[in-house]
């Protein structure tokens, strides 16, 4: 879940129609880890849009015949159960988790609205990320300010125990950001939550909310601290203004924690302020490889860190892994998400939305993310956020 509790990491411009339905390239950079759980979040280490990977890089010819035979396998099974009366988006559910597609999953025609609002920077929730914990629960991972959630008094750290009385442990974190979220702003959802020893369960109203996915801040010493919470429409360019502008020879520490993707060509426009120009990653759809480039003129002089932790993904760890690769940056805190492949969304016949793997994403070096993330060059757990600042005044200003 993440500031939209869904968030597709779209390339755009490349598009396929089948079944009359227009397919459109994406890198789901799905609810994971810190994942805004009201408008399409994400998750980690099994899903933000579920769920780490397996480590696979390329699609091959037997990945590409499974992915068509399930899309078709969903279709004709959300048209017969609409012929039988049944839901149709529940029987390509089935079709999908039957085809082992970890970050398959299937939307319904109001979910998948959300889900392009939220990539305008708004989506309909009650203000809370979540991320799934090493035991399998979830928990909050993060509380928006002046949300619902907030305003009931609920916490990070919090253990989300159930959704409307459905138990959420052990569900795949899409599924929980589905119960979480809605369409309409005013509708009420029941929360169990969990802190320490306390129990209890609290009904928030779901609000029409907007995340300011990218803020600045101004650290001692004159460096600037660029958090962006989720690369949603123009934060790309709000990230390579506030490079243009930071003061002359000021560090940059580029805050990608909690971020949980989003559109991947934002995340290039990002990489553009901090590179001329240069491959930012490399990706393959249905076995055809294609590349990302940023746009030259970009500030290569003044110092970078990126700080990163396991709500890092997808579109996030794709800008983390192009810095790191070319010496652009150093990355501190712990290993990212590892969320790196391509999804292909297609329509049904009842207007609902399935999302199959078709591919994989790779850094400028070639290393695979999916499914292991990306290893900072120093790994911080505490202290993270000072241990970076210390490592970015003892690189300097430029010489």
Not at 33 to 46: I, R
Not at 148 to 156: I, T
Not at 283 to 306: C, I, S
Request: aromatic share 4%; glycine share 14%.
């Amino acid at each position: 879940m993440s500031g939209p509790d869904r968030f597709c990491d779209r390339l755009s411009g490349l598009r396929r129609i089948r079944r009359g339905a227009t397919l459109t390239l994406v890198f789901a950079s799905v609810l994971a880890t810190g994942a805004a759980t009201n408008s399409w979040g994400e998750a980690a280490d099994e899903g933000q849009k579920s769920t780490a990977l397996a480590t696979r890089s390329f699609v091959s010819s037997g990945d590409r015949a499974d992915t068509a035979d399930t899309a078709d396998e969903a279709a004709d099974a959300a048209a017969a159960a609409m012929a039988d009366g049944k839901s149709g988006k529940e029987a390509a559910e089935e079709a999908v988790s039957r085809s082992g597609d970890r970050w398959g999953s299937v939307y319904s025609p109001g979910e998948y609205q959300e889900f392009e609002q939220s990539l305008d920077g708004a989506y309909t929730g009650v203000g809370l990320w979540a991320r799934r914990a090493a035991d399998g629960r979830i928990e909050v991972s993060r509380v928006q300010r002046g949300g619902p959630a907030e305003r009931a008094g609920v916490r990070e750290g919090d253990q989300l125990r159930s959704v409307d009385g459905k138990r959420v442990a052990g569900l795949p974190v899409t599924e929980v950001v589905s119960l979480l979220r809605g369409t309409r702003a005013g509708s009420p959802v029941e929360l169990g939550l969990e802190r320490g020893t306390r129990a209890w369960s609290e009904t928030l109203h779901r609000a029409r909310l907007s995340t300011d996915s990218v803020t600045v801040t101004q650290l001692a010493g004159g460096a600037v601290m660029i958090k962006v919470e989720s690369f949603t429409k123009g934060s790309g360019e709000r990230v390579r203004s506030a490079v243009r502008d930071a003061p002359k020879g000021a560090g940059v520490l580029l805050d990608l924690r909690g971020n949980s993707g989003g559109l991947v060509s934002e995340a290039v426009t990002a990489a553009s302020g901090l590179v001329d120009g240069g491959l930012v990653a490399t990706y393959d759809v249905r076995g055809e490889q294609k590349a990302l480039h940023a746009e030259q003129g970009g500030d290569t002089a003044r110092p970078v860190v990126a700080l990163v932790d396991g709500g890092t993904m997808s579109a996030a760890e794709l800008l983390t892994g192009a810095l790191q690769d070319r010496g652009r940056a150093v990355v501190v805190g712990s290993r990212t998400f590892g969320k790196g492949s391509v999804q292909m969304p297609s329509r049904l016949p009842d207007g609902s939305v399935a999302e199959l793997t078709v591919g994989h994403y790779r850094t400028p070096s070639g290393r695979a993310v999916d499914g292991r993330g990306i290893t900072p060059d120093l790994e911080v757990d505490a202290g993270a956020e000072t241990r970076a600042e210390t490592v970015l005044t003892g690189l300097g200003p430029p010489s």
